[in-house]
């Protein structure tokens, strides 16, 4: 039985989350700032797909809890990789992450064919949130307008980030977490 001012829960559910984007716009360091809130700067390319999990609290519009479990899968970006990996990676996808680098134009203009590739493999249309990443460099080319130009064109939400200093990552995150369990419903 429910009773005012108590806290209402779901059970915990598992969610295959996946960052995408072009090679080195920080999807390896959003990761790491969303799941051990630590940055380095050290640039190590990831080879093949790693794995990290992290268990987040969303509440609903009507106060309901939900464990959400993020399995959260990171891609190599570079492009003649992508195609060996992508069919693994994007299969069973619950949500999606799509990231460009705020101080590469090119790393924006190609979200668009990104996504197109992992709604093929999924055979449907993954929740998405999109993250221009690395806003506190200070030569920004991918602007809020820009974001969140592409985040309304596929009906989610864009955030501003930076891996480095935290800014919107757990934000950002909660956000796909959200998305998530509405299209559930």
Not at 47 to 55: D, S
Not at 81 to 88: A, P, T
Request: glycine share 8%; with cysteine; net charge negative.
């Amino acid at each position: 039985m429910y009773f005012p001012g108590e806290s209402r829960w779901n059970l915990v559910v598992k969610k295959k989350v996946c960052l995408l984007g072009e090679g080195a716009v920080g999807k390896t360091s959003l990761i790491r700032r969303f799941v051990t809130d630590q940055f380095d700067d050290q640039y190590i390319a990831t080879i093949g797909t790693k794995v990290t999990k992290k268990e987040i609290v969303v509440k609903d519009k009507d106060d309901v809890r939900t464990k959400v479990d993020m399995t959260i899968w990171d891609i190599m970006g570079q492009e003649g990789f992508r195609e060996l990996l992508k069919q693994s990676y994007f299969y069973g996808a619950s949500g999606v992450i799509a990231v460009c680098d705020s101080t590469r134009m090119d790393t924006y203009e190609a979200l668009e064919g990104w996504i197109e590739e992992v709604w093929g493999v999924a055979k449907k249309k993954v929740p998405m949130v999109f993250f221009a990443n690395k806003t506190d460099l200070p030569e920004t080319e991918v602007t809020e307008e820009d974001i969140d130009k592409i985040a309304k064109k596929f009906g989610t939400v864009g955030h501003m980030t930076s891996a480095r200093t935290g800014e919107n990552v757990e934000e950002g995150f909660e956000a796909l977490a959200q998305t998530m369990l509405a299209s559930d419903n």
